[in-house]
């Protein structure tokens, strides 16, 4: 008899089973309203990866924010009162009528807020204040007092709470990418001294108080994870430049390492966690989570953008714009290329140590590479985003021995174009012509099925 490919063999997590081991990744891009509104389009994008016919485990939503004082960037979904609920139901009723799970990723970007419709002094809140040339557009962040700690805890929580109001199977805080809490983590912009910063266990303070009030609010009967970053590698990409530097060097060049966050996921287990989401890089987008070519045509549109925003801003987009695209991917794209699951040994580490269900994200697309991650024991489920967008009936394809006919190329246009354009696919060598390239952008979020 045959053996079943890993990819399609059910797993449970807390009471919720994924039809097959693979589950989209976050992808976010502008189909909200203005005001941070779910729209049908929303409900129209995440319903054409969840049909049966696609053999997808789960959906991660985009990252749904948790603080109306950061809205970034516009057309990008919130969550932050109750008055959103409805909308998001029926994105989670659409998903479910197609037989797949529904994640709703909650986060804040903080003091990386990269966009805004006018400068906005709490685009700027973080862990400390610091100037960091690469991220976010304020010239200098500020740190967010105690009241402002205690307020956005409180977010946190009630988000998730809408999230299971809205019928969502479960409910992923993102601790990673560069955001908020990731910010609190990394040594290198945490430079505080009171509860929330000055040794290992302060700077997770946030983290815990986050996980303590979500799990409160949530009950113990309902899927929650964690998107943890293994390594933050703050070195990378060489473009990034942050004042003050900190001490000892090693937190300002690296940060957390995996010693270090795998006491964390310790801690988040004896939190009441049921899995950890594990990438690892430090900021959004990064060498570790984006493989490929340095997208300096992406960044350029994107820095652009936002120029107007502040001094900083415009000297960023002074710079990109001045160098040459080879000599820009030589010096500032020193660690972008392709590496296969890039974050593999570090999801094992962490499913062996911590003893917690594990999704490994970044660098999948082969079959092969996916079926030998499972079944190795590196991961319990992986999780996809570009190549999904690519090519959104990747694994019906793989239930059929075959492969796409055009693959996604990691060149990260979707990621760095989407706070000025539409979400899609944006590699016109995977089109026959510019024309059907934005014919496949433009139709993608619309929808004729019932």
């Given at each position: 008899?045959?053996?079943?490919?890993?990819?399609?063999?059910?797993?449970?997590i807390?009471?919720?089973?994924?039809?097959?081991?693979?589950?989209?990744?976050?992808?976010?891009?502008?189909?909200?309203?203005?005001?941070?509104?779910?729209?049908?389009?929303?409900?129209?994008?995440?319903?054409?990866?969840?049909?049966?016919?696609?053999?997808?485990?789960?959906?991660?939503?985009a990252?749904?924010?948790?603080?109306?004082?950061?809205?970034?960037?516009?057309?990008?979904?919130?969550?932050?009162?109750?008055?959103?609920?409805?909308?998001l139901?029926?994105?989670?009723?659409?998903?479910?009528?197609?037989?797949?799970?529904?994640?709703?990723?909650?986060?804040?970007?903080?003091?990386?807020?990269?966009?805004?419709?006018?400068?906005?002094?709490?685009?700027?809140?973080?862990?400390?204040?610091?100037?960091?040339?690469y991220?976010?557009?304020?010239?200098?962040?500020?740190?967010m007092?105690?009241?402002?700690?205690?307020?956005?805890?409180?977010?946190?929580?009630c988000?998730?709470?809408?999230?299971?109001?809205?019928g969502?199977?479960?409910?992923?805080?993102?601790a990673?990418?560069?955001?908020?809490?990731?910010?609190?983590?990394?040594?290198?912009?945490?430079?505080?001294?009171?509860?929330?910063?000055?040794?290992?266990?302060?700077?997770?303070?946030?983290?815990?108080?986050?996980?303590?009030?979500v799990r409160?609010?949530?009950?113990?009967?309902f899927?929650?994870?964690?998107?943890?970053?293994?390594?933050?590698?703050n070195?990378?990409?060489?473009?990034?430049?942050?004042?003050?530097?900190?001490?000892?060097?090693?937190?300002?060049?690296?940060?957390?390492?995996?010693?270090?966050?795998l006491?964390?996921?310790?801690?988040?287990?004896n939190?009441g966690?049921?899995?950890?989401?594990?990438?690892?890089?430090?900021?959004?987008?990064?060498p570790?989570?984006?493989?490929?070519?340095?997208?300096?045509?992406g960044?350029?549109?994107?820095?652009?953008?936002?120029?107007?925003?502040?001094?900083?801003a415009?000297?960023?987009?002074?710079?990109?714009?001045?160098l040459?695209?080879?000599?820009?991917?030589?010096?500032?794209?020193?660690?972008?290329?392709?590496?296969?699951?890039?974050?593999?040994?570090?999801a094992?580490?962490?499913?062996?140590?911590?003893?917690l269900?594990?999704?490994?994200?970044?660098?999948?697309?082969?079959?092969?590479?996916?079926?030998?991650?499972?079944?190795?024991?590196?991961?319990?489920?992986?999780?996809?985003?570009?190549?999904?967008?690519?090519?959104?009936?990747?694994?019906?394809?793989?239930?059929?021995?075959?492969?796409?006919?055009?693959?996604?190329?990691?060149?990260?246009?979707?990621?760095?174009?989407?706070?000025?354009?539409?979400?899609?696919c944006?590699?016109?060598?995977?089109?026959?012509?510019?024309?059907?390239?934005?014919?496949?952008?433009?139709?993608?979020?619309?929808?004729?099925?019932?």
């Open positions: 008899m045959e053996k079943k490919p890993a990819i399609f063999d059910p797993v449970t807390n009471g919720v089973t994924f039809r097959s081991r693979v589950v989209r990744s976050s992808l976010g891009g502008r189909m909200a309203y203005y005001d941070g509104k779910i729209s049908p389009v929303f409900k129209n994008f995440e319903r054409k990866f969840a049909r049966r016919e696609n053999l997808l485990g789960g959906i991660i939503s990252t749904m924010d948790v603080d109306d004082e950061r809205l970034s960037p516009l057309e990008y979904p919130k969550l932050t009162d109750d008055s959103l609920i409805p909308a139901s029926e994105v989670v009723d659409a998903v479910h009528r197609e037989g797949c799970n529904y994640i709703v990723q909650i986060g804040d970007p903080g003091g990386h807020t990269q966009t805004s419709m006018l400068p906005h002094e709490g685009d700027g809140k973080s862990a400390s204040a610091f100037f960091d040339f991220y976010g557009y304020r010239n200098r962040t500020s740190p007092s105690i009241e402002e700690i205690k307020a956005e805890i409180d977010s946190f929580a988000a998730a709470l809408r999230a299971r109001r809205a969502a199977d479960g409910v992923e805080v993102t990673a990418k560069g955001y908020l809490i990731h910010q609190f983590l990394n040594p290198a912009t945490n430079r505080r001294d009171d509860a929330y910063g000055g040794s290992v266990d302060k700077r997770f303070q946030l983290l815990h108080d986050v996980v303590t009030e409160r609010k949530v009950g113990s009967n899927l929650f994870g964690v998107r943890l970053s293994a390594v933050d590698y070195w990378l990409p060489m473009f990034k430049f942050r004042w003050p530097p900190v001490w000892p060097l090693s937190n300002y060049f690296m940060g957390n390492t995996l010693e270090t966050t006491q964390y996921g310790a801690k988040l287990k939190l966690v049921d899995y950890l989401h594990i990438d690892s890089g430090f900021g959004f987008i990064n570790r989570g984006s493989p490929g070519d340095y997208p300096i045509e960044l350029r549109r994107f820095s652009n953008s936002v120029r107007h925003l502040s001094g900083k415009k000297v960023r987009a002074f710079v990109l714009n001045l040459p695209d080879w000599f820009a991917r030589a010096s500032l794209g020193i660690g972008w290329k392709y590496v296969p699951a890039p974050n593999a040994s570090f094992q580490a962490f499913r062996h140590q911590v003893n269900p594990v999704i490994c994200n970044g660098g999948f697309q082969e079959q092969e590479l996916i079926e030998g991650t499972l079944e190795s024991g590196a991961a319990d489920l992986v999780a996809i985003g570009r190549p999904l967008l690519a090519n959104p009936n990747l694994l019906a394809l793989f239930a059929q021995n075959t492969v796409p006919q055009k693959p996604c190329t990691w060149c990260s246009r979707c990621c760095t174009y989407t706070t000025v354009l539409p979400l899609g944006y590699d016109e060598t995977r089109f026959p012509s510019a024309a059907a390239m934005q014919r496949q952008i433009l139709d993608f979020s619309a929808d004729s099925s019932p």
